[in-house]
């Protein structure tokens, strides 16, 4: 009898698959509906006359289908990167990855970014120019004026969104850096998180602002924060490829009529410039003859392979950048292992890259994966300044560092105890042949990189250059183009703004095809410039290691460049061609106008205080925040700005028998921030300014277990930024000792450390009590305040 109702239940299973199978779906393919509108509308369900459902018809499933053969798109985008970051391009460092793609495919020589982080990522995704998403700079520098507010708006859809909204399964990793600053909270709102409808992902796995400690990130899985695995060797760059392989894997598996759309954007080469040392161990003594020479080197074999044109020029450096051989010997030793530690996270970057490939290879899916490979959101970064840095923190709060210092951390440069950034000298030597770096929107070492585009079924060229002008704007409508979609012209129920960007598919099979990227505007922090039809009209305004512009924006001195013939923008033709100089001048004005451009903008550090420039700030108006146990991951921009100001901090603990060990409340981490918590029974309160030095106030008297109050006073000495207080500590209201903390950091504690209660995420404020788990307060913390005096 049992198997006879195993064989009924069989039949009655097989007869259900044939009649799934033989169900017909409703599916939206292109050209069957109008979809310039998003998302594309259900049919109305029918009406039924039946009683019985035994006797009526399903409607068949509602199924929106990519267009037949839409390829699937793998968009890599390295950090900091400049035009010889490649070996493809002439530069020092093997890519072998890089190099590949390139030679499968075709490769761009005048493709350009913004020149900064987070206005390029949303022009790339967007297709719109920077201005257009209100990134005319970082996030973290947005203003109250349209154009600089870092919050993109639902008019500017970007094409992840688009895709997914026409069959696409979308997937990101690494670093975002779009979202709001004042967002960055679990409070919300997420419509702008990368998984939100403004970001376009069903998957995100990485970190939302414009660095992180690559040994201990600060990551979330959608919008959920990620503890970090008790790991001595885990590096984020293994974790986010892991996961972006694993993903796409599992994608292919359950959905292989679905195509895919992965974003992968590692925050490598950005500083803090981390790699394991092994790495580091193959570049040994490849820097020796510095920076002067090897751009002689790169600019040779530049014109060898024909990456720069004959006759292209090696252009000077900019006055700050000391010559080779005027260096001293220490500057020498600790300038040489600072290009190494960065040529390793080069080769490391571009050999985890080479494993995402591998993964779509062995998926079988590489003929019809459309590639870009944009290696660089900007020129390399300058940011280390003449010396470069143990810790970039120091570089945002105006704090010089010496080569002495330095040297005695050489040894341990790219491990987990420093956050480094290397000699402006190399940013230079990386952007060869060009005079400028990141941040010069003016300058083509600030804009232009590496680009190369594979994808077999569509692009029958193979390892060949191509000269047209094309800017990161130019992919989206490119994405659109190969997977035969239409731009659409309202995205959840917002009308768009119309992609500023063309198409580069024109360019794929035709080395020789006109441009049709025929003009563009530059803009970032004042440098400006304006491109159209082989000229360039352009000014520099301040230099990345300049904290304050040359000469106001009105007395900027304009230069003029033939680009067709003078590829490194070396001979100045502004005095010969007044009147082309006029034009473009004029030209820049009247784009300014229209993309939101103006006004300019070109104040740096004080913007990142969002108080001086009308930013959102949750704690705007507030002077106290109230919170218990348990909340942590709260970043420096959606906490109260105790930097400059008076505080107290008053805890309410309990106290076990034993004393009570670890963190009450901690902000920031080993490079800089500060820290309420106990020592064995004793409250202490200790300053970590930048990594460089540590204060220490501790109480006088033990606490009794039980319930305790905790206050500590800081009174800012006053007379400017960056001073010294004095700190007093009290036990239930009565004083318990005092100390000094003779400085303070006056703009920024950490990129992406956060405030935490009961614990110190990420690397320790503190040493000796540490951080994570090993951190965590083993009483209890009812109530903790932070009060500021201003």
């Not at 979202?179 to 409808?197: S, V």
């Not at 359950?254 to 895919?260: A, G, H, I, L």
């Not at 051989?325 to 050999?351: G, M, N, P, R, W």
């Not at 459309?370 to 120091?394: K, Q």
């Amino acid at each position: 009898m049992k198997n006879l109702i195993k064989f009924i239940a069989l039949l009655f299973v097989l007869a259900c698959f044939q009649s799934c199978d033989q169900k017909p779906v409703t599916e939206v393919k292109s050209g069957e509906t109008d979809r310039t509108i998003l998302p594309l509308k259900a049919p109305p369900p029918p009406l039924y006359t039946e009683l019985d459902v035994r006797n009526a018809t399903p409607p068949p499933p509602f199924d929106v289908k990519a267009p037949e053969e839409a390829p699937n798109v793998l968009l890599v985008l390295i950090d900091d990167l400049g035009f010889a970051g490649t070996s493809k391009f002439g530069g020092p460092v093997n890519t072998p990855t890089f190099d590949r793609i390139a030679s499968e495919g075709v490769y761009y020589n005048n493709f350009h970014t913004t020149s900064v982080c987070s206005p390029t990522r949303a022009a790339l995704k967007s297709g719109r120019n920077h201005h257009q998403n209100n990134m005319g700079s970082i996030i973290e520098t947005g203003t109250a004026f349209p154009g600089n507010t870092g919050s993109i708006p639902q008019s500017v859809a970007p094409v992840a969104e688009m895709l997914r909204l026409n069959g696409y399964n979308t997937a990101a990793f690494g670093k975002w850096h779009e979202l709001a600053a004042w967002e960055a909270n679990m409070a919300g709102p997420f419509t702008r998180w990368p998984t939100g409808p403004n970001g376009g992902f069903e998957k995100f796995y990485g970190f939302l602002g414009g660095e992180t400690n690559q040994w201990a990130p600060f990551i979330y899985d959608g919008t959920t924060p990620v503890a970090l695995p008790e790991d001595p060797d885990y590096h984020f760059l293994d974790d986010m490829t892991d996961q972006a392989v694993a993903w796409m894997k599992f994608q292919n598996a359950m959905r292989p009529d679905k195509p895919f759309f992965v974003y992968y954007a590692p925050g490598a080469t950005h500083a803090p410039h981390h790699v394991p040392e092994a790495w580091i161990e193959k570049h040994k003594g490849q820097f020796d003859q510095g920076w002067d020479r090897m751009r002689e080197e790169i600019l040779a074999r530049q014109l060898e392979i024909g990456i720069s044109p004959e006759g292209t020029q090696l252009t000077e450096k900019p006055s700050a950048i000391p010559n080779w051989d005027d260096l001293s010997e220490d500057e020498e030793t600790l300038f040489k292992h600072q290009a190494e530690v960065f040529a390793a996270y080069i080769d490391y970057t571009d050999h985890h890259v080479g494993r995402l490939v591998e993964a779509v290879e062995e998926m079988g899916e590489l003929d019809n994966t459309l590639i870009f490979f944009v290696y660089g959101d900007n020129g390399t970064s300058a940011e280390g300044g003449r010396n470069g840095m143990f810790s970039e923190m120091t570089y945002f709060n105006g704090v010089q560092e010496k080569v002495e210092d330095m040297l005695k951390k050489m040894d341990k440069w790219g491990s987990p105890e420093t956050y480094p950034h290397m000699a402006a000298g190399w940013a230079v030597m990386f952007d060869t042949p060009y005079k400028w770096t990141k941040q010069m929107g003016s300058d083509y070492g600030g804009t232009k990189v590496g680009m190369a585009i594979h994808w077999p079924k569509g692009i029958k060229a193979k390892g060949e250059l191509r000269n047209q002008f094309h800017h990161v704007i130019d992919v989206a409508p490119t994405i659109l183009e190969a997977a035969g979609l239409p731009e659409p012209v309202e995205v959840n129920s917002v009308k768009q703004v119309p992609m500023a960007g063309t198409s580069m598919l024109y360019s794929f099979n035709d080395a020789n095809a006109p441009d049709q990227h025929t003009q563009q505007y530059f803009e970032m922090f004042g440098n400006r410039a304006m491109y159209k039809d082989g000229w360039l009209a352009r000014t520099i305004h301040r230099a990345p290691w300049e904290m304050q512009p040359r000469r106001p924006l009105a007395e900027d001195i304009w230069e003029l460049y033939n680009v067709n013939e003078d590829f490194s923008l070396s001979n100045d033709l502004s005095q010969e061609h007044p009147d082309k100089l006029k034009a473009l001048q004029d030209l820049f004005m009247t784009e300014g106008e229209k993309y939101n451009v103006l006004p300019i903008d070109d104040r740096l550090m004080e913007r990142i205080i969002a108080e001086n420039v009308g930013r959102p700030d949750p704690m705007e108006g507030r002077t106290s925040i109230t919170l218990a146990e348990g909340m942590t991951g709260m970043t420096e921009n959606t906490f109260l700005n105790i930097k400059n100001k008076s505080l107290t901090i008053t805890a309410e603990v309990g106290i076990p028998e034993d004393g009570g060990h670890g963190i009450i409340i901690a902000q920031g981490g080993r490079f800089g921030g500060w820290a309420l918590y106990m020592d064995k029974g004793i409250p202490c309160y200790d300053y970590n300014f930048l990594g460089m030095q540590q204060f220490t106030i501790s109480s006088d008297k033990r606490l009794p277990a039980g319930k305790s109050t905790i206050r500590f006073e800081f009174d800012y000495d006053g007379g400017g930024v960056a001073k010294g207080g004095t700190g007093t500590f009290y036990i239930n209201d009565e004083k318990a000792g005092e100390g000094r903390i003779e400085r303070t950091q006056p703009r920024i504690f950490s990129a992406d450390e956060t405030a935490d209660v009961g614990i110190d995420l990420a690397t320790p404020v503190v040493e000796v009590i540490g951080a994570e788990e090993e951190s965590r307060f083993t009483g209890s913390i009812p109530m903790v305040s932070v009060e500021i005096k201003n």
